[in-house]
């Protein structure tokens, strides 16, 4: 069987150069930087403060709000600014990966806000978003049970890797791609989980395991990354 | 809190009395800017691009080539078209949303100050007269606000419009090859167009507040000057300003374009 | 007693310790045996309770905390005072040591004037603010602004031990609020701003051991910067 060789000269479970860092924005309660290869997120948070409009208050516990986007000029075909679907998808795909950590019943009445915007895009924008706001929300002192480390898997033609690149989403031969962003706790518990493309239930197994390593590694930098902001 | 937090009014006091004294609370003189720190290249797939940090204010901008048919009444000119977004992400006072007033001030005053002045040669923009023209479109977005938003921003837009690649256009497809950026940058003028806005804060004149000093300020006017040359200008909020007040103003602006442009020149390499 | 134990940095969801007889402390949380850690923050132990001291997070609002609020508004019988916390704090005419006319509320306290005051009842309605006690009332000069409620602690030092430091060194008089507001009256605008840089010091150094070393280095080197400025001039 020959080895599968991907366009950037990557192993198949090998993920790109990752870079994170924390304390980014002065103004913010909490913010943080996700850097996964060309892909470059920031978030900020804000809160827990009192939220508003009053209607949308939940007396019995705090609200998470996080509104995801993307820079105009983050990928080759501008995007005109503003929101559009797709923000609107992942901003709400954000916030179920990332509630089930945030103790919400610590704020009543009260919201937490996320905001992430994409500089630099080459896939996996999602996933950079969703690794910069946990370690932002941690950075603010929100109360969490854990942090919330998020991948994709891939699968190219018939092979499964780790973090695609947008030339690899862009796969064309044999059965195409297939792509899997994966969002988990350090704990195993799966909190965000999405999938474009043509998968057997049988290799979705293997997926779930290969995630869960690269989770963990990612867990390491966010942890890192938050240990290291006091320096 | 969701209240826009304004500094109090004691701050005032002492930022006020302080003034007085030609001195302010982080060591200044009224007419020095904070540190000046550009960052090139932040996003790759930008044809431009720049990180810009006027002390704690941070800015991104970014430019991107678009083509498109000319107006009908300058067929032979390019255009240019300048966007800022004020994001909550950069301060607890800014809500998501379409632009407000602010936003679109920015974004206002910024292509004012690029247009009017010819810093961009609009005729070098023309692909075919009539027919297809380029687009500069020049995306600003807030970071951090620690005040002066609107110099920050300007001085984002110059930068990275400076440091601009063309893009390759096959003209045959009418296709923009974004991956195949040509050594070609922008017809820019040589001299930088940069803004200074001066604000009043009680009965002295400063440049370049910081969050604290611009809520204090009564009155602002920014200009645009390039080389010398003032080709556009704007005064913002409510206090007025002396005929006689207004001269200084304008002595001010002009010295301390010179001193701008330098820094900003130093910035760059 | 308790000691300071090595500076830790804990995560959230990072496990503390583990065995049965551990005990949970604040933002901590025990599950099958382990403590884990709720919150981004410091770990400190002191015999078999593990308890997280938090380096960020908005202000919790206690009965018997003094803290310096800005007036937001001014209703019929008091005014509204923002503290930092999630809601606001009413401050009732009652409350104030003098005689206030209803009518005069405004020449007592100004919308966006600043004041120094006790909590002193949290319920539902909300929190109620007194300045019937020594050292509060209406701020009229002085250099006002703001660090994270958590660094508090460190600002005013065990005993008190740190915040004298300051005040010793600048000749400053310094009220810290609970909420992370502080007011610095002086002499001089200089010494002001000098504790202000102090302060703000200890809080971006908050985690270190031997603080105090710190700081003492911090105002040595302040008074030689400062001998050579003059030289210069």
């Known amino acids: 069987m020959v080895e599968f060789k991907r366009s950037d000269g990557r192993k198949l479970d090998e993920m790109r150069e990752i870079e994170a860092r924390v304390n980014i924005i002065p103004n913010a309660d909490g913010s943080a ?99 910069a706001a946990s370690m932002a929300l941690a950075h603010a002192g929100v109360p969490m049970k854990d942090l919330v480390n998020s991948i994709s898997v891939g699968k190219l033609d018939k092979t499964l890797v780790i973090d695609l690149t947008k030339e690899e989403e862009d796969f064309e031969e044999g059965e195409g791609p297939t792509d899997i962003p994966i969002s988990m706790t350090k704990e195993g518990q799966v909190t965000h989980f999405q999938l474009d493309g043509k998968i057997g239930a049988n290799q979705l197994k293997e997926v779930m395991d290969m995630a869960k390593k690269a989770c963990d590694k990612v867990y390491g930098i966010q942890k890192e990354a938050l240990k290291n902001s006091l320096k | ?98 632009p407000k007033f602010p936003a679109i001030e920015l974004g206002r005053v910024t292509d004012r100050g690029l247009r009017e002045s010819g810093f961009l040669d609009f005729e070098k923009l023309c692909i075919k007269e009539g027919e297809k023209v380029w687009t500069v479109f020049v995306d600003i977005y807030s970071i951090n606000d620690d005040g002066n938003l609107l110099d920050a921003a300007n001085l984002g837009a110059i930068a990275a419009m400076r440091i601009a690649k063309m893009p390759r256009y096959d003209e045959e497809n009418d296709k923009i090859l974004y991956d195949e950026l040509t050594n070609e940058g922008l017809p820019l003028n040589k001299h930088a167009p940069v803004s200074v806005t001066i604000h009043k804060v009680g009965d002295n004149f400063l440049v370049d507040p910081t969050r604290e000093e611009e809520d204090m300020s009564d009155t602002r006017v920014t200009f645009g000057i390039m080389d010398g040359i003032i080709s556009s200008a704007q005064k913002g909020e409510k206090s007025p300003i002396s005929v006689e007040k207004f001269k200084e103003v304008f002595e001010m602006a002009e010295k301390i374009a010179k001193n701008l442009e330098t820094k900003l020149e130093k910035a760059l390499k | 007693m308790i000691q300071e134990n090595e500076r830790k940095v804990a995560v959230p969801g990072e496990i503390l310790a583990e065995g049965e007889d551990y005990l949970p402390g604040e933002w901590t949380e025990k599950r099958e045996g382990k403590i884990y850690s709720l919150k981004y923050g410091l770990v400190e132990e002191s015999g078999k309770l593990v308890k997280i001291i938090p380096l960020s997070g908005t202000y919790t609002p206690r009965r018997g905390n003094v803290i310096i609020g800005k007036v937001e508004n001014i209703t019929f019988n008091g005014w509204v005072i923002d503290i930092g916390a999630a809601d606001n704090a009413f401050l009732s005419l009652m409350e104030v040591p003098r005689y206030v006319n209803k009518d005069a509320l405004e020449e007592v306290m100004g919308i966006g004037d600043m004041v120094i005051a006790k909590i002193w009842s949290i319920n539902k309605r909300g929190i ?106």
Not at chain 1, 79 to 108: H, Y
């Open chain 1, 33 to 131: 930087m996700y850097r996964s290869g060309d892909t470059i997120a920031i978030a900020a948070v804000y809160g827990p403060k009192k939220m508003h409009p009053q209607h949308q208050q939940n007396p019995a516990k705090g609200v998470l709000r996080c509104t995801y986007n993307m820079m105009s000029f983050s990928v080759s075909d501008r995007i005109k600014p503003g929101i559009n679907r797709r923000s609107t998808e992942i901003s709400k795909i954000t916030e179920w990966a990332l509630e089930p950590v945030v103790m919400l019943d610590d704020f009543p009445g009260q919201v937490v806000d996320v905001f992430i915007h994409i500089i630099q895009a080459d896939a996996g924008t999602r996933c950079a978003g969703i690794n």
């Open chain 3, 128 to 233: 109620d603010l007194s300045l019937k006690s020594r050292g509060l009332g209406v701020i009229d000069e002085g250099v006002v602004f703001e660090i994270n409620p958590n660094k508090v602690p460190r600002v005013i030092g065990k005993e008190g031990s740190m915040i004298k430091l300051i005040k010793d060194e600048t000749g400053c008089n310094i009220t810290v609020g609970q909420n992370g507001a502080i007011l610095i009256n002086g002499d001089s605008i200089e010494n002001e701003l000098l504790a202000k840089k102090a302060i703000i010091h200890i809080s971006d150094k908050s985690y270190i051991k031997g603080l105090t070393e710190e700081m003492e280095n911090f105002f040595k080197e302040n008074k030689r910067e400062q001998s050579l400025k003059e030289e210069k001039n």
């Open chain 2, 1 to 98: 809190m969701d209240k826009v937090r304004t500094a109090s009014e004691i701050t005032g006091d002492v930022i006020r009395s302080y003034l007085s004294k030609g001195k302010r609370l982080d060591g200044r003189k009224p007419e020095d800017y904070r540190e000046l720190i550009i960052e090139k290249d932040i996003s790759k797939k930008a044809e431009g691009s720049v990180r810009v940090k006027l002390g704690k204010t941070e800015v991104l901008v970014g430019v991107k080539m678009g083509t498109s048919e000319p107006y009908p009444d300058s067929p032979k000119k390019g255009n240019l078209m300048v966007t800022a977004e004020l994001l909550p992400l950069s301060s607890p006072r800014f809500e998501n949303g379409p």
